[in-house]
Every structure is written in C-alpha cells, then in structure tokens.
C-alpha cells in the first residue's frame, strides 16, 4: 500500500493531539497505545521514503500546550 503525505499528516496531527484514533486512507483505526501510533507514522514516513528516494527527509515537529 502506498500511503500520502496527507495520511502522515493525519496520523501526526493525532500524535500532536494525543488522540488514538485516526482516519487516513480512507480508514479510521483506533489504536491501543501511542507506541503503535508511532510505529505507523515511522511506517508511513518509511514508505513515503521509498516512493521518492531522491527527496530529503522531512521532519516535523510538533508543540504541545497544556492548558
């Protein structure tokens, strides 16, 4: 399966929110720990990789606020 930039933004976008569920590809996964959401975001960014090897690694970086 080839995934989108879109779909990591998705899954990153429920890391930054502390959500664990998550629509992307046209799918809602609800995951168990937030371990198994990062190991699907290192997945994405892997296949991501792979799909344009010539591209520069994309970093994100995300701020959290407690209110």
Do not use: C, H, W
């Amino acid at each position: 399966m080839a995934f989108t930039q879109q779909d990591l933004n998705a899954v990153e976008r429920a890391i930054a929110s502390g959500t664990l569920t998550v629509e992307y590809s046209g799918k809602k996964v609800t995951f168990r720990q937030v371990s198994e959401l990062l190991a699907a975001r290192d997945t994405i960014k892997a296949d991501l990789a792979t799909q344009n090897p010539t591209s520069r690694p994309r970093s994100s970086i995300a701020i959290m606020e407690r209110f």
